[in-house]
């Protein structure tokens, strides 16, 4: 598999994150309001993307509340051809790492359980929220 980078999200990378969910049709319902509210948003400051040879494999955005002290990971994207490659665990923990916050608290569809639980989030068997202490 060819090298995948991460790097902070810009506002250029706009229209690749628009086609990426226009090529997407099983998905592009939930990230339209997401690149809605990153397009008007001049605050990129907890997204990150992963790209191969400059094509967007991947995104993840969040937010921190709580004084700073944690955050909260809003949403995880990688196209399908590149899933099952660690490019989410990759930008989960450049997120987590570049944050400065001392807990991650994730709220997930149930059906990715398995998947947080193996970045290390304690998530119970009800639970649709998981919790991460992070390193300060």
């Not at 690749?16 to 969910?21: A, G, H, K, N, R």
């Not at 690149?35 to 997204?47: C, I, R």
């Amino acid at each position: 598999m060819p090298r995948v980078l991460v790097r902070k999200m810009k506002y250029s990378d706009m229209e690749q994150l628009i086609e990426l969910m226009k090529s997407d049709g099983d998905h592009s319902l939930a990230l339209a309001p997401i690149l809605l509210y990153l397009s008007k948003s001049e605050d990129f400051n907890h997204a990150y993307i992963a790209h191969v040879n400059q094509t967007v494999v991947g995104f993840v955005f969040g937010q921190i509340v709580m004084g700073g002290e944690t955050l909260i990971p809003m949403y995880l994207y990688v196209v399908e051809n590149f899933r099952g490659k660690r490019i989410g665990k990759k930008l989960l923990s450049r997120m987590e790492q570049k944050s400065g916050c001392t807990t991650s608290q994730i709220y997930y569809n149930v059906s990715l359980h398995d998947y947080y639980a193996k970045q290390n989030y304690f998530a119970g068997t009800g639970l649709e929220v998981a919790i991460k202490m992070l390193a300060p």
